[in-house]
């Protein structure tokens, strides 16, 4: 699984680090620091991640199984 985060819908809800701490984390802005980025979930937080994506009013957040 991994997760793609698109900054440019990120409105800096916060939800996203205060369900899925151990994938997100904010910048000094309140923002996801991990805006524009995509990147492998760790074996074992894929419903941590799925809870995140699905957390997020903007949609910026992205859980996919997709290998490519």
């Given at each position: 699984m991994k997760i793609i985060v698109n900054g440019a819908l990120c409105s800096g809800h916060g939800r996203c680090y205060d369900v899925g701490a151990l994938l997100f984390t904010s910048d000094d802005e309140g923002y996801c620091a991990e805006r524009d980025t995509t990147f492998a979930v760790p074996p074992g937080l894929e419903a941590s991640a799925a809870v995140a994506a699905?957390?997020?009013?903007?949609?910026a957040i992205v859980a996919t199984d997709d290998a490519s």
């Open positions: 699905a957390s997020c009013p903007e949609g």
